[in-house]
C-alpha cells in the first residue's frame, strides 16, 4: 500500500505572531543586492512587470487597518520563511477581510506572475488541496510598492508565489518558492508529468553515469540552501555529459519552469549563467520512496552553486526551488 501520510502538509493556519514564535523555523537569505558564487551582481528589470503594477494598485486601495495585518517591512523575518503549508498572514483571500475588487486585484498578480497553462494548472492545485481553492490562501505585502525592494507573497497549502518586480539582485522569482499537489496516487499527480519529464534524463545516462546520479536517501526538503561555488552537490555533474544529454537537460527545465511568467524565466536562465551554466548543475536521482516500485524516481534534485530545485515526490508532491540566493 502507498504511504498516504504527510506530517507537513497538517494543517497549519496560524497567525504571523504565533507564527514568529515557532521553534525551528525553516528560512532562507532572501535579502537585496546578494551576490552569485561568482560574484556578477545581476541588472534589475528595466520596467515593473504587470502583476508589480497590480501589486501596487492593490496596496493603494488598502486600509489602514488591512496594512497593520497584511503589510509589513521588506526585512521582516517572514519573507524567508518557507514551509509546504503555512499561512504568512490570518486572513484568507475569501475571508470578509478583503473588497470583491481586492480579490480580483490578487487573483491578476497571480495570473500576469505565472503562464496561462501555469495560471490553469496552480488553480487546479488550489482547489484540489484546499476547500475553497484559492480563496483559502493568504497573502502579505513586504515593503511599499513605490520603494526599490518590494515584495507580494501568497502563501497555503503546497503553494507559495512571490511578485517582485525584479527588485532584487541575483534572485530568481524574488527568493525560494513552493509548488505541490496532495494527490498520492503519481499517475493522477498535477505534477507527475515533471518527473516523467526530469527521468528521461536519467534514461539517457550511461552505466556509469547512472550509478553516479542514483543515490541512495534524498535530504531533508526544505535544506535548499544555494551553497555557492564550494558547495558539495549530489548526482551526475551535467557537464561530464554529452552535448546531446545536455540538450536534455536545458529542454528538462524548460520544462519544469514553463509554468512562470517569461520574465522570471529569463532571470532563471541569467542567474544560471552567471554561476557556471549548465556545466555546474548536478541532476540526482533518490532510490528511497520509489512509488510503485517502478524505477521511474519519484525524488530527485538539480543543484548547482546557485540553483536548487528539490522535487519530493512521495508520499506526495512537494517541490522547493531557491534559485540564486546565497544562503
Known sequence: MREQ?????QENSVNRREFVKQAGATTLAVGAGLQLAGGTPLAHGAAPAASESSVKHLYETLTDDQRKVICMPVDHKLRSRINANWAITEPTIGSDFY???????????????????GYELLQKQMLADSAKGFESYHIAIF??????????????RHLTLRADGNSQDNIAFGGPIVY??????????????????????????????????????????????????????PGVNVGQLSPDQKELVESVLKTLLAPYREQDVT????????????????????????????????????????????FRGAPHVHAYINIGVMG
Open 180 to 233: 505541490g499537489h496532495g494527490e498520492s496516487d503519481p499517475k493522477q499527480n498535477l505534477f507527475h508529468y515533471q518527473t516523467k519529464r526530469v527521468n528521461e534524463v536519467f534514461h539517457a545516462l550511461d552505466a556509469d553515469q547512472a550509478k553516479q546520479a542514483l543515490v541512495p536517501k534524498a535530504p531533508p526538503e526544505t535544506r535548499v540552501k544555494v551553497q555557492g561555488e564550494g558547495g558539495s552537490f
Open 5 to 9: 501520510s504527510c506530517p507537513d502538509c
Open 99 to 117: 473588497t470583491a475588487d481586492q480579490r480580483k486585484l490578487i487573483d491578476k498578480v497571480v495570473h500576469e506572475t505565472t503562464s496561462g497553462d
Open 143 to 156: 515593503g511599499e510598492p513605490d520603494d526599490k525592494a518590494f515584495q507580494l507573497e501568497l502563501t497555503g
Open 267 to 310: 532571470e532563471v536562465f541569467r542567474v544560471l549563467k552567471a554561476s557556471g551554466g549548465l556545466d555546474k548543475l548536478h541532476m540526482a536521482f533518490f532510490q528511497d520512496k520509489d512509488l510503485d516500485d517502478d524505477k521511474v524516481w519519484d525524488m530527485w534534485r538539480v543543484e548547482g552553486p546557485a540553483f536548487v530545485w528539490h
